[in-house]
């Protein structure tokens, strides 16, 4: 199991976080961004760099993870992407992403894409708070002692 990261758009805090669980459990977290991004040194830490474009970054994870590895993204088609693949995908504020739940966020995604597009102010999400911090961690913390060991 490996966790991958959608690098671009994950807060420092949640990266931070996943630092420290990937040198306390030994499970490789990897970052994909298209831009290059800045990670502690550790064997259990890296980072991939793919070139600019819509989606590079999403396609790259959806096509190097395995079912059973977990996702942190905000997006939701990447999301939808990952379970389809058969894997896990957790928001930085702590909210898993499920069979059951991910058409109705697409669609939701979806109906906002169209307000903005027409010209509708719909304001963005609010600041990552501490609540949702240790959401993030205590999700991650659950999901991560169901996995089995070798």
Request: with cysteine.
């Amino acid at each position: 199991m490996q966790i991958w990261v959608d690098g671009d758009a994950c807060p420092n805090v949640i990266k931070d976080i996943l630092f420290r669980v990937a040198e306390r459990t030994k499970i490789c977290v990897t970052l994909v961004a298209n831009k290059l991004l800045r990670t502690p040194p550790s064997r259990f830490i890296r980072a991939v760099q793919v070139p600019n474009g819509f989606d590079v970054a999403d396609n790259e994870i959806v096509r190097l993870m395995q079912a059973g590895d977990l996702v942190i993204t905000a997006d939701i088609p990447l999301a939808s992407d990952v379970i389809a693949k058969g894997g896990f995908a957790l928001t930085p504020r702590g909210e898993f992403y499920t069979k059951e739940n991910i058409e109705q966020q697409l669609t939701m995604r979806n109906f906002m894409d169209a307000l903005r597009s027409s010209g509708v102010d719909t304001g963005g999400p609010p600041p990552l708070s501490m609540g949702d911090r240790q959401m993030f961690a205590n999700q991650l913390d659950r999901h991560l002692a169901r996995i089995p060991r070798l």
